[in-house]
């Protein structure tokens, strides 16, 4: 197989602009790696004219992503537009139609529609590969799908959001609140158009249903994500975590229990000294649990024009090689549906509230979450300057169910001033 | 292509009986994965009487490595023997001979012979897989060859041997001298039946050769690498780079410089805050470093039986999935010869030494290293019950031919008790 291997790359924002660079810049070592020559035949975008600082002369044009997904003259699709619906959908859907094989960046996409595209590729016979998803440069889907193939896979976890931890641990290390931060990345151009996307969990809970996918053998299921994300997490519960040795992260978890398949993303309390808890900054950490590899932890840049474009390059590389393995690491139509645990793995949680100076407050509290079944590992009043008392309780493992019976008792008994925040601390 | 996966087994130790259990374990597993059945027609041992724990009643025995790599019902030969030369290398060659694939956990026969296989099996059409040559159960391999084949790598990095890093962690938590440390891990059986290949860093030696022969394209050339090991490593040292901000690790790096490719495996001081020296007891990490990706980090267990086996299985499914690519990455008679690099990238170096209690001792260490053109960053002399004064030096940035002239001249001044020691403080 001697063949150029030839893409047509659809989106010429920062990774499409990485993807054309590459390839410019590195003909020959491609060649020499892949044992072929990869080539750029076509691109699209949605601008023709805006300056991108990479030549496209030598390549053909396409307004339309659908066309480009359809010539004859490109092997593979290369879709990295974006967005879940409309063109990438729709491209999509016509690349593997037209016998294309397709690599993408597109976690949105996949988590929305990964599991009747793997089916319609596979039943055409063509891969769909998407290491670029899924924590930016970190060739996690690869080491998950392949790497790792000799094992099931009891657990996944990950901070993959590359702007919550940076607000976080911008927060922490600058004792900045949390609205202040947000419009520090807002500025620094951290944020996806919708800001959901990233503060809300979304873009995370995208990746963690991937993952998810192929660590248990399940149809991806982002529905059933247990998403919340970091807007309630204030510097105060930052301190508190970190007088305790825990940090607060948005952390993806996805395991199988008894009771089903268990996925949330949601802002945790993890030790200090772990791998997790150590994470500054805008890196990615995930972490892999097999039954026989024990523990791999991997680590790297979640996102920016170089790693990202180097994750779509690892997979193009794997097709100009010839690799063809199923969408999610097993043929799609033998993918069960997951059964989606009905509620989550006891653990210990902190809780966060605001206590109104009345006698006899705390007491109520505490009966509160004793008659949900919920005992007190350490509870901590706040000095206060205003009428409320922050307060503060660890509580030992509890089930999520007991601790939503409680979390719904507590602001009526009329002693807590707005809602009580409640983290899972997690055992990592 | 869904005719089973014919598997012989040759080296049934603590990684060879692991594999067979995984196959018999997961049959059904590893069939959906692979799109075929995995199965096992042969093994191979030095003892066949011996209890292992598995059953290997169902396939044929051969005493003889050789002919086990030859038999016409073997697709691929997985050995596990271990040994650079011996019964190893011949029947790894007589597996190619014959037609077959190979997949290996021996990072001695690679580094001495890696070259020489690659060119035999891809002659004849045959690949060798080695993942589990490497940094036990982490996918280091695949990530390097295929996940970041879209970058020029420009460092590659590690904790590579976790006997190593047990003793240098255990030395220091528990405030124990090197030898009883020793004594502890030989006892819990963690070193090799040499315990030079652990101690005196070959053996982590070795697999950086490997890695880095991926990373640069170059043939693999372990007799190049700058090997020190860790014997004369003290619980002094330890502390006083703890007090500094460093720990004290084996630490492989293989960069292309300008002046050729450099390897070294050595004991050297990284920050206490970077993963490397947070890195505790026998787990391994590798830091790849790539043009695009910047910076990956990956962490796992180094050895034992599980992890071990889950990196032979990783390369077994990729063979049964019909992934072909070349040994190293690129056509073995691509790559080229390395140029070693005559002399370390200059860095800043810690040295301790033992000055004599006498009038102007100190003051003749450091003309020396002035006049070997090597500033002195920081200098510490501390307390002592006995006639030597224990020193500790921090240079500025050297080169090493410089730090060679230097260390060579000290011990002839007449001041300094035994050899100094000197050890690299590394960027990470």
Chains 1, 2 share one sequence.
Request: proline share 5%; aromatic share 4%.
């Amino acid at each position: 197989m001697t063949d150029p291997l030839r893409l047509g790359i659809a989106g010429l924002g920062t990774v499409g602009t990485g993807v054309v660079r590459i390839i410019r810049q590195k003909a020959n070592l491609l060649a020499e790696r892949a044992g072929r020559p990869v080539q750029i035949t076509a691109v699209s975008a949605r601008s023709r004219g805006k300056e991108r600082g990479v030549n496209l002369s030598d390549y053909a044009w396409e307004d339309d992503p659908v066309a480009l997904a359809q010539r004859d003259d490109v092997d593979v699709f290369v879709e990295l537009m974006g967005g879940h619906d409309g063109p990438a959908k729709h491209a999509t859907e016509a690349a593997i139609a037209a016998g294309k094989d397709v690599v993408t960046a597109n976690k949105a996409l996949l988590a929305h529609h990964g599991h009747a595209l793997a089916l319609a590729a596979e039943d055409a016979g063509r891969v769909i590969r998407f290491e670029a998803a899924v924590a930016g440069g970190i060739p996690v889907v690869k080491a998950l799908t392949e790497g790792l193939a000799g094992n099931d896979m009891t657990r996944v976890m990950g901070v993959m959001n590359g702007t919550c931890n940076y607000i976080l641990t911008r927060m922490q290390s600058a004792g900045l609140p949390y609205d202040e931060v947000f419009q520090e990345a807002s500025d620094l151009g951290y944020l996806e158009a919708d800001p959901q996307l990233d503060v809300g969990g979304i873009d995370a809970a995208h990746k963690l249903a991937l993952l998810s996918a192929i660590a248990f053998g399940t149809q991806v299921d982002f529905g059933s994500v247990d998403i919340e994300g970091i807007g309630a997490i204030t510097i105060e519960d930052i301190n508190h975590a970190a007088d305790m040795g825990f940090r607060i992260k948005l952390l993806g978890v996805a395991q199988m229990t008894g009771r089903g398949l268990e996925q949330r993303m949601t802002p945790c309390l993890v030790p200090a000294s772990s791998p997790l808890g150590q994470l500054e900054g805008g890196t990615n950490m995930v972490v892999l649990e097999g039954d026989n590899v024990e523990q791999i932890v991997l680590r790297g840049p979640g996102a920016g024009m170089g790693p990202t474009a180097s994750a779509v390059m690892g997979d193009v590389m794997d097709i100009a090689r010839g690799f063809r393995i199923p969408v999610f690491g097993r043929p799609a139509a033998s993918l069960e549906r997951s059964k989606p645990a009905a509620a989550g793995t006891p653990a210990p949680y902190y809780l966060r509230m605001s206590l109104e100076d009345k006698p006899g407050a705390l007491a109520k509290v505490a009966t509160a979450l004793g008659e949900a079944g919920i005992s007190i590992d350490r509870m901590r009043q706040y000095d206060h300057a205003g009428p409320d008392a922050p307060v503060l309780i660890v509580t030992h493992k509890a089930g999520r169910d007991d601790l939503a019976r409680a979390l719904d008792v507590i602001p009526r008994l009329g002693v807590v001033t707005g809602a009580p925040i409640a983290l899972r601390i997690e055992n990592v």
